[in-house]
């Protein structure tokens, strides 16, 4: 494996596939009125199928859909302190709870409105996910308050969280059981239930991509600003994934259904200067002007890596050597995993600041740690 200690600054042509990009934008594109069998909120659906029991048709609404980059200014973060061991600062080690506690972590997401913390995990047959809530202003080390039981409507791996229906509704992968899972990615709510339950609801699938022939993981992440949906696919060869934006708002107000063709704001392409056979994507973020992207299977000796992309494609940073939880997790286990399992966004002393979920540690009985990356950041 090729490693640098240094930052790799470069720009590079965006692969896009919608329209003639000039600058930051994409001219805006009405889209025009279509019909499509939408998967809709409260409706049962089959995991196996593309379909719903007494799903009808949905419109979608004429939408206009133009990319922007966010009010100008600074970056959410510094890249380069940020993707330093020495500025993250671990700040919570969670213990979790439910079917497959111990299993790989799988995505992690804060709600700053409820104080609230939540992971996801597969559970112990590896078919279903669980989620977890945790106290977002809580010690340090913490048992989950309350957990769900599995749900196989839910796919690994991501979770993210919008705002557009006043609540938050969260966002994550299809189930592997899906028809071509790796096009969908899907929404829900989770409220709670009796003592320690969460209870997973108002299920929606939305088709984003239309060329998988198997199951994946779209990998879904909110933008910080609240406006963009970004996904990925794996692409025809290992060392490649194919990145898209969409307009949240367009897709919540059109409602479950197929986005797959001329909905996307913008399409690229990820590969060698990021990816290889030991580095698939693990996790996205995006502040609205900037997409993140972490990999690695964090294999002992193998450090992951991250980088930072404009809205459009362009690679602007990237970090070969990005080995924020190596050292800590060096006491769990036999030492000999630390993977990247999720990329969001919290607060932390008045400063939103972008936070890094692991794994490590041995089969089943596996920690999940989250970090504060950019802590030297006032």
Known sequence: MIKASLIVIVCLGAVVGVGVLSGWSIPGKSLATSDSTGLGGGQVADPATDTVNGAGDQQKKDVDLSLQASAAGEPAINFAKATEESAARNRFDLT??????GRVLQGAVAIEETNALYTMQQNTAGKSMVINKFDLSGDKKQTASRFSEPSDLLGHQGLTVDYISGS?????SANADVKSAADYAVRFSVTEDGARGLLIG???????FDR????G???PAVSLDGRYLVVKQTGSKSDTSIIRVFDLEALVNGGAGDYATGFHLSEFTIGSEILDADQPVQALASDGSYIYVVTGFGKNGIDNRIAKYSMLGDLVSAKLDFTVGNTVSLEDGTGKKNEPEGLFWMRDQGVTRLALAMSSGNADAHRARIYYLDTNKP
């Open 217 to 219: 993981s779209s990998t």
């Open 96 to 101: 979790r709870a439910g079917d497959g506690a």
């Open 202 to 208: 108002d299920y929606q699938r939305f088709k984003l």
């Open 168 to 172: 938050p509704r969260f966002w994550t």
């Open 212 to 215: 998988a022939a198997g199951d």
